[in-house]
């Protein structure tokens, strides 16, 4: 997958070097360019942000900044593969300030591959980015939203400071790539760039190849099927008593059915006190479940 991020922090991304997202790049899975969104603006301070029309707290970012920036990132994707093209643009500054070696090979790809994920390191050749603008006044990124991303060869991120981007530029993109804004949760952050850090990593995670045990993913609270809308019960390691506590002993037993029905049980008591707001959304609850609930 080809991972773009456009902003004026590009350093704030450097977790995205370490542990799982940096093996995930060294072995090709993941692709992320950093650009460094002042290089698009021309006057001497490098601005990229005025007073806001209307008035109010706080300063906008500039559309004319952000729109060279987005066409121009999509432009020298198409010139690396040829086909990713966006309608119109000029194109001013070379913005990258790091990136890895990727490997995305320059093969075409195959049309009506809409939907799938892409292969490792698989090209984009054809295709414009998933315009993706971190805002808490988005629709809120969820476990869906994140399997959605991973099954785009291409996400570009465009991560807001101040109050948020000219409104502008979300239309004008909108009428030649697929546009999302979205909010990561309802509280606000200092700018966008947590916010991308928390879905490429979610989005990331979910590429085959990345994790160890493809199963952690389908375990996942909200991961579609038996636990949709679950959350995740207790677990537990060695030693089987720890200052007292001991491990529930079902699951020492080896029963697997019954180790199962237990996990199961746990996700409902624990989603019942937690988030009881999910339990209408769980699908099919049987017997046993509303027993487990009772
Ligand atoms: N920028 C500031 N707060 C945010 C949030 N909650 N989600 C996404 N982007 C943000």
């Known amino acids: 997958m080809r ?32 650009h460094q969104l002042r290089d698009w603006a021309h006057d001497v301070h490098h601005t990229v942000d005025d007073t ?31 086909g990713a093209s966006i309608a119109s643009g000029g194109t001013s500054g070379d913005g990258v300030v790091a990136g890895s070696s990727g490997g995305i090979a320059g093969e075409s790809l195959v049309s009506g591959l809409e939907g799938e994920v892409a292969a490792v390191g698989g090209p984009v050749a054809g295709r414009t980015p998933r315009l993706i ?15 959605e991303y991973a099954a785009e060869p291409w996400l570009l991120f465009a991560p807001a400071r101040y109050e ?15 546009v999302d804004e979205v909010s990561i949760g309802d509280y606000v952050l200092a700018g966008g760039e947590a916010a991308v850090l928390v879905m490429v990593e979610a989005v990331a995670r979910l590429l085959p190849g990345v994790l160890g045990n493809a199963n952690s993913v389908t375990d996942d609270s909200f991961a579609p ?4 809308n679950l959350l995740e019960g207790p677990v537990y390691t060695k030693p089987p008593v720890w200052r007292g506590h001991e491990v529930p002993e079902i699951l020492l037993s080896g029963h697997h059915g019954k180790i199962a029905r237990w996990r199961r049980d746990e996700a409902l008591r624990r989603t019942y006190i937690r988030r009881p707001d ?7 609850l049987d017997k046993a479940d509303r027993q487990a609930l009772a």
Do not use: H
């Not at 603008?133 to 399997?147: E, I």
């Not at 948020?164 to 697929?178: F, K, N, P, T």
């Not at 099927?225 to 949709?228: K, T």
């Open 164 to 178: 948020g981007i000219d409104s502008r530029v979300m239309v004008e993109y909108a009428s030649r790539l697929r």
């Open 225 to 228: 099927g038996a636990m949709q």
């Open 52 to 82: 806001p029309y209307g008035g109010g707290p706080g300063m906008v970012m500039k559309p004319e900044v952000w729109g060279e920036a987005i066409d121009a990132v999509i432009a020298r994707s198409a010139g690396e593969f040829p």
């Open 3 to 34: 991972i773009d991020i456009i902003s004026i922090f590009p350093e704030y991304f450097a977790p995205l070097s370490v542990s799982l997202m940096g093996k995930a790049r060294e072995r090709g899975i993941l692709d992320i360019r950093l």
């Open 278 to 284: 999910l339990l209408p959304a769980v699908q099919d």
């Open 133 to 147: 603008v971190p805002t808490p006044s988005g629709r809120r990124f969820t476990q869906s939203v994140a399997l």
